[in-house]
């Protein structure tokens, strides 16, 4: 692996965590402004959680 291949995944990686912590916020605000649960892990279950 060439040193640019190495940055490129990293900064790959950086872009996907935060498009999905976006995804994830846009859950939340529509999860509360319909008044619905999100399924979220806890302990190691599935457990649903009123935003």
């Known amino acids: 692996m060439s040193k640019s291949s190495g940055k ?4 790959f990686a950086a872009l996907v965590g935060r498009a999905l912590r976006r995804a994830a916020k846009a859950a939340r605000m529509d999860a509360k402004a319909h008044g619905t649960a999100i399924a979220v892990m806890k302990d ?7 935003p």
């Open 44 to 50: 190691g279950k599935v457990v649903l959680v009123k």
């Open 8 to 11: 490129k995944q990293v900064i």
